[in-house]
């Protein structure tokens, strides 16, 4: 059975979220959002509905937050909120929640809802930590048309042997780049493989690297 963590300061909103869904999923729920985090690591759900005003720590900063950490990154956060508005959603979004569901909540519709994201939702395979680190790198190669090319990139998380990052050019799985670290000067560090796209029709892609030859220090060793 899945477990959902539910985090409101409400109690009789946890309450109701609990009466509607507990017949699917193992509950878990915190009305202390500075404690949030420390349930989220300890219960290690397979979902969290997030309310969004709660007294001194707001359900955006804890998003933000979970989305910054390694092992909770991957976590759907499903947004449950009296907050309206089309700017609050969006900007939901670009915290990187998965849904958004207002107040009062059509359950039926967040029932569908958590069955689908829970359906797609692929295990954390990876063997590293990684860390929510900008670093600036400059990636070389060949694109997807053939037409080399050139970028300095910031990285978003870095591991021991791998970076995601967002990059202009267009590139293919599988394909390989050459990686310098900029400080100061280029520091050339190796030789990265394309292991997973994302978004890659979007004008900004954004990729996953590994690489798969280094000559000098990387940023963790």
Partial sequence: MHKLLIIDDEAP??????????????????????????????????????????????????CRTLKSITCTQLIPIIIVTGEAGAGTKSYCDELGATAYFEKPVDFEALRARLAKVLEEVKPDRRSEVRI???????????????KPFEEQCVTENISRSAFFCECNAQ?????????????????????????????SETPHPRYAFQFVDKNANWVLQ
Avoid: W
């Fill in 13 to 62: 909103m946890r309450r109701l979220l609990r009466i509607n869904l507990e017949d699917r999923y193992k509950i878990v729920d915190t009305g202390d959002p500075e404690l949030a985090l420390q349930a989220a690591l300890q219960s290690k759900p397979n979902a969290i509905l997030l309310d969004l005003r709660m007294p001194n720590f707001s359900g955006f900063e804890l």
């Fill in 171 to 199: 590139l293919a799985e599988n394909s390989e780049v050459a990686v310098s670290l900029i400080s100061g000067g280029q520091q050339f560090v190796g030789m990265a493989r394309v292991v997973r796209c994302g978004s």
């Fill in 132 to 146: 929510c680190l900008r670093v600036k790198v400059s990636l070389r190669g060949v694109d997807v048309h053939g």
